[in-house]
């Protein structure tokens, strides 16, 4: 079995392969004082609650944007599993020419959702759009050429930049209004949030799609956390929420002389 971890800024998103299959996801806080102990603990203790032998685990993939959290995360995979993992990183196999200034800047979530998207809809025009803590817009070429993209702030880093930068806006649920004129402050809240968000989306996707294809429409493709809230605005043409983690994977194939 092969175990995937995509460290982001808000959670550790985990995943386990048998082969091709995902059997298990899960997510733990990705806070910066973690220990190796606690993630290794914490690894372990998910596996077995969900009826697998982490002893079963046979490679690691791990892509991160959080380097402050990397030598913890190897030093508990290296303590608990046995395995020094492989890192996605700048420099290892990924199938796709990265048309970028400094490849070195482009994160490797990004890149997982790359090789996912492309190993998917091969000799498509991609737009990959990841919304997490930052919503982050991946353009991708039918011949496999990664273009660039665009990185807007996340839906809960608006809320939070509101609040903690107010005196009187409160912290709210963030969820679609049923209209966009809201009745409270909370509810005008809500709406900014949501419907800023999807215009923002909506005015980007247009405007790439002018600017790389012509005019031609691209597949679009849906990710991360709050993907589902924008499900039936039709801006995707599918959702793929484990799309990171099957790029993790894909990668980690690519690379096997690496990690043999």
């Given at each position: 079995?092969?175990?995937?971890?995509?460290?982001?800024?808000?959670?550790?998103?985990?995943?386990v392969?048998?082969?091709?299959?995902?059997q298990?996801?899960?997510?733990?806080p990705?806070?910066?004082?973690c220990?190796?102990?606690?993630?290794?603990?914490f690894?372990?203790?998910?596996?077995?609650?969900?009826?697998?032998?982490?002893?079963?685990?046979?490679?690691?993939?791990?892509?991160?944007?959080?380097?402050?959290?990397?030598?913890?995360?190897?030093?508990?995979?290296?303590?608990?599993?046995?395995?020094?993992?492989?890192?996605?990183?700048?420099?290892?196999?990924?199938g796709?020419?990265?048309?970028?200034?400094?490849?070195?800047?482009?994160?490797?979530?990004?890149?997982?959702?790359?090789?996912?998207a492309?190993?998917?809809?091969?000799?498509?025009?991609l737009?990959?759009?990841?919304?997490?803590?930052?919503?982050?817009?991946?353009?991708?070429?039918?011949d496999?050429a990664?273009?660039?993209?665009?990185?807007i702030?996340?839906?809960?880093?608006?809320m939070?930049?509101?609040?903690?930068?107010?005196?009187?806006?409160?912290?709210?649920?963030?969820?679609?209004?049923?209209?966009?004129?809201?009745?409270?402050?909370?509810?005008?809240?809500?709406?900014?949030?949501y419907?800023?968000?999807?215009?923002?989306?909506?005015?980007?996707?247009?405007?790439?799609?002018?600017?790389?294809?012509?005019?031609?429409?691209?597949?679009?493709?849906?990710?991360?956390?709050f993907?589902?809230l924008?499900?039936?605005?039709?801006?995707?043409n599918?959702?793929?929420?484990?799309?990171?983690?099957?790029?993790?994977?894909?990668?980690l194939?690519?690379?096997s002389?690496?990690?043999?």
């Open positions: 079995m092969i175990l995937c971890l995509d460290v982001g800024n808000s959670h550790i998103y985990g995943g392969f048998e082969q091709d299959k995902l298990l996801q899960f997510r733990y990705s806070d910066l004082q220990t190796s102990d606690q993630l290794g603990v690894f372990k203790s998910i596996l077995r609650e969900n009826q697998l032998d982490p002893s079963s685990i046979k490679q690691i993939a791990v892509c991160s944007v959080v380097p402050s959290l990397d030598y913890s995360l190897r030093s508990s995979l290296i303590k608990y599993f046995g395995i020094d993992p492989f890192f996605l990183k700048a420099g290892v196999k990924t796709l020419k990265i048309q970028y200034k400094n490849t070195h800047e482009v994160g490797a979530d990004r890149i997982a959702d790359a090789i996912a492309m190993h998917l809809f091969p000799e498509k025009n737009i990959v759009i990841d919304l997490g803590t930052a919503t982050t817009f991946d353009i991708l070429s039918k496999r990664y273009l660039g993209g665009v990185i702030p996340g839906i809960h880093i608006a939070k930049a509101l609040n903690e930068n107010t005196a009187k806006l409160p912290p709210v649920n963030i969820l679609k209004p049923q209209e966009v004129t809201g009745q409270s402050t909370v509810t005008n809240i809500q709406a900014g949030l419907y800023g968000h999807l215009g923002a989306m909506r005015e980007i996707l247009r405007m790439i799609a002018v600017e790389q294809f012509q005019g031609e429409k691209p597949v679009v493709i849906g990710t991360g956390g993907a589902y924008f499900e039936a605005e039709g801006l995707f599918v959702i793929i929420q484990d799309l990171v983690l099957q790029g993790l994977r894909l990668s194939q690519k690379n002389e690496l990690v043999a």
